[in-house]
């Protein structure tokens, strides 16, 4: 006779959710993603004071696009159990799954913006106003320079070729110098903050895209992402009227 398995009791069923979470947060690197975005969400919420209504839609994003990702996890770790060989259905559920998690990252996103927008633009345009006073030319001279000063770097470390590899990223310091230029050189309008954000999110973009294609280490891209900022920076201040 089989003795009937016992029900959990509660302590055990917490035990048991908080080893999910951790096993999502270990095998998942989208889940780290996800959490170390919300950590800083949560600490800008502290910083900029924001309402109690405002902190409750940022809760309900957050806890939105975690829920989503563990459940992707599931139903990813389900289909791979179920399915021994290359099942279409299978690749459809996963992709819904993965759908999923993007709706409610993209919905995230939009009430970051919405509740911090005008804080941070209220903060940065200070700073802005200063920096931004410089004729659009100079966006030509500092990627220039910024290309240059790869070049020369590469040349020196002796690893990788101008369009690839070696230290530091060119992409990177492109991509991050057109951020900078964009920055700086934008009117003083309501759409300053958006814009920049946006070119922000486009280098970021292709920094993950050297490190996920293994043409360049982390510490490679982040060296190319700061000389092209900088390189951008000082050619606005040294140059601009």
Same mark, same amino acid.
């Given at each position: 006779?089989?003795?009937?398995? *016992? $029900? $959990?009791?509660?302590?055990?069923?917490?035990?048991?959710?908080?080893?999910g979470?951790i096993?999502?947060?270990?095998? #998942?690197?989208? %889940?780290?993603?996800?959490?170390?975005?919300?950590f800083?969400?949560l600490?800008?919420?502290?910083?900029? /004071?924001?309402?109690?209504?405002?902190?409750?839609?940022?809760?309900i994003?957050?806890?939105?696009v975690?829920?989503?990702?563990?459940?992707?996890?599931?139903?990813?770790?389900?289909?791979?159990?179920?399915?021994?060989?290359?099942?279409p %259905?299978?690749? @459809?559920?996963?992709?819904i799954?993965?759908?999923?998690? @993007?709706?409610?990252?993209?919905?995230?996103?939009? +009430?970051?913006?919405? !509740?911090?927008?005008? #804080?941070?633009?209220?903060?940065?345009? *200070?700073?802005? /106003?200063?920096l931004?006073?410089? $004729?659009?030319?100079?966006?030509?001279?500092?990627?220039?320079?910024?290309?240059? !000063?790869?070049?020369a770097?590469?040349?020196?470390?002796?690893?990788?070729t101008?369009?690839?590899?070696?230290?530091p990223?060119?992409?990177?310091?492109?991509?991050?110098?057109?951020?900078?230029?964009?920055?700086?050189?934008? /009117?003083?309008? /309501?759409?300053?903050?958006?814009?920049?954000?946006?070119?922000?999110? %486009?280098?970021?973009? !292709?920094? #993950?895209?050297?490190?996920?294609?293994?043409?360049?280490?982390?510490?490679? +891209?982040?060296?190319?992402a700061?000389?092209?900022?900088? +390189?951008?920076?000082?050619?606005? #201040?040294?140059?601009?009227?």
């Amino acid at each position: 006779m089989i003795t009937p398995r *016992r $029900p $959990p009791s509660i302590i055990e069923s917490f035990n048991f959710a908080i080893e999910g979470i951790i096993h999502v947060l270990r095998t #998942q690197r989208n %889940m780290r993603i996800h959490f170390a975005a919300a950590f800083v969400v949560l600490v800008a919420a502290l910083i900029f /004071d924001i309402s109690r209504l405002e902190l409750i839609a940022l809760l309900i994003a957050i806890v939105f696009v975690l829920i989503a990702e563990m459940i992707n996890t599931a139903v990813e770790a389900a289909v791979d159990v179920a399915s021994t060989s290359f099942d279409p %259905m299978a690749k @459809l559920a996963k992709d819904i799954g993965a759908g999923a998690v @993007l709706i409610a990252a993209i919905n995230a996103v939009a +009430v970051g913006y919405l !509740v911090f927008s005008a #804080q941070v633009a209220d903060e940065s345009s *200070r700073l802005l /106003d200063k920096l931004s006073e410089a $004729p659009a030319e100079l966006t030509l001279v500092a990627l220039v320079m910024t290309i240059a !000063v790869v070049i020369a770097l590469k040349a020196l470390s002796g690893r990788g070729t101008p369009l690839r590899g070696g230290w530091p990223s060119g992409h990177s310091a492109i991509a991050f110098a057109g951020w900078m230029a964009v920055t700086l050189v934008l /009117d003083d309008t /309501d759409h300053r903050f958006l814009v920049s954000s946006l070119a922000l999110v %486009m280098a970021l973009l !292709v920094a #993950q895209t050297r490190i996920e294609a293994g043409v360049h280490t982390t510490l490679e +891209v982040a060296a190319g992402a700061a000389l092209g900022a900088l +390189v951008t920076l000082v050619v606005f #201040q040294g140059f601009s009227a």
